[in-house]
């Protein structure tokens, strides 16, 4: 069974940093795209980023190109997002996402975890 | 950037109605069309991919149809279980965008 476990949310004042995490299992994480989805309270889904399985290719929304890092370590079965310069339009709940298919980045999704929130506020 | 409007916003049905849910991009996507499904308080679900492609373990009364640059989710008959809010998204260009969502709500 796929499970993906986000941690890594919390409060932060605006202009600080803050790191996710997504610990995958149950499936061949080193072969899959995997990307990070986002959903303000109340509000719809927000592509953020995305890397390739081997992390040769990284994607971002134009609202987070060049203040979020994505990264993953295949040794650990682990996805992380460097989230830095954070704003307040950034308050959501930070979801990890699977791609659909093996060795291609197709950004849709076939496995997300259940989300870490993350609160831009002072 | 694909523009997606994602219609209605708000539907009202009951059990064993016919739903139909519409999604219209501002350009040509081929089929890299997806649908999901989201129950509050729950990471989403995928029901269909590639326009028309039933997921594994998705109920046959979900249904995708359309290309190029409009798109349909039907479900035949609307069980309690399907009272929630669905999801368009393209994977086409870049940045991969989502529908507005649609909240089926028992009428």
């Known amino acids: 069974e796929v499970q993906l476990l986000e941690s890594g949310g919390d409060l932060v004042q605006p202009g600080g940093s803050l790191r996710l995490s997504c610990a995958a299992s149950?499936?061949?994480?080193?072969?899959?795209?995997m990307s990070w989805v986002r959903q303000a309270p109340g509000k719809g889904l927000e592509w953020v980023s995305t890397i390739s399985h081997s992390s040769a290719d990284t994607h971002y929304a134009d609202s987070v190109e060049g203040r979020f890092t994505i990264s993953r370590d295949n040794s650990k079965n682990t996805l992380y997002l460097q989230m830095n310069s954070l704003r307040a339009e950034d308050t959501a709940l930070y979801y990890c996402?699977?791609?659909?298919?093996?060795?291609?980045?197709?950004?849709?999704?076939?496995?997300w975890g259940q989300g870490t929130l993350v609160t831009v506020s002072s | 950037v694909i523009w997606m409007t994602q219609s209605p916003s708000l539907l009202s049905a009951s059990t064993g109605d016919r739903v139909t849910i519409s999604c219209r991009m501002s350009q040509g996507i081929s089929s890299y069309l997806a649908w999901y499904q989201q129950k509050p308080g729950k990471a989403p679900d995928l029901l269909i991919y590639?326009?028309?492609t039933l997921q594994s373990g998705v109920p046959s009364r979900f249904s995708g149809s359309g290309s190029g640059t409009d798109f349909t989710l039907t479900i035949s008959s609307l069980q309690s279980e399907d009272f929630a809010t669905y999801y368009c998204?393209?994977?086409?260009?870049?940045?991969?965008?989502f529908g507005q969502g649609t909240k089926v709500e028992i009428k």
């Open positions: 590639g326009a028309s």
């Open positions: 996402a699977k791609d659909l298919s093996p060795g291609v980045v197709i950004i849709m999704f076939d496995n």
């Open positions: 149950g499936f061949t994480f080193s072969s899959y795209a």
């Open positions: 998204q393209q994977y086409s260009g870049f940045p991969r965008t």
